[in-house]
């Protein structure tokens, strides 16, 4: 099926576990969440300012982490899509994991934060703290 919704292209997608929802992020500046088996778009996610690239879902498809071009980091609640969470100043492209079981370790992407290439970051949204480490590689 095509996912038809957003109004510019699309930069990240993230699958929920069970395979029945799909998260979409656009250039529009926006997340879509989609019903896999219908195609329905269920959700359109606002908050963003700029692009949003980064789309990460947790393995029990209750949250959702984006990382945008405006420089946050942000955490919704997949049921209501409500942005729970903004981590700012962090220019995230690729979100590769949220944990759906932990409250400590949310999201980590791998980006360019203030020059600094291979940094990566793990994200704290109860106390909106980030950790930050260079990747060795």
């Known amino acids: 099926a095509v996912l038809k919704g957003h109004t510019e292209s699309v ?9 029945k929802w799909i998260a979409s992020g656009s250039w529009d500046k926006t997340l879509r969440l989609w019903d896999a088996a219908t195609g329905e778009c269920t959700a359109v996610l606002e908050g963003h300012t700029d692009a949003a690239l980064g789309v990460a879902m947790a393995a029990d498809g209750k949250r959702i982490a984006s990382g945008s071009y405006d420089l946050t980091v942000r955490l919704w609640d997949a049921a209501t899509g409500e ?3 903004v981590l700012e100043g962090v220019c995230c492209c690729d979100l590769v994991e949220v944990d759906g079981a932990s409250s400590a370790r949310v999201a980590s992407c791998s980006c360019a934060m203030g020059g600094k290439p291979n940094t990566a970051m793990s994200v704290d949204p109860l106390s909106s703290i980030s950790t930050l480490f260079n990747d060795p590689s």
């Open 83 to 85: 942005c729970t969470a």
């Open 11 to 19: 930069k990240g997608v993230a699958m929920s576990a069970d395979g």
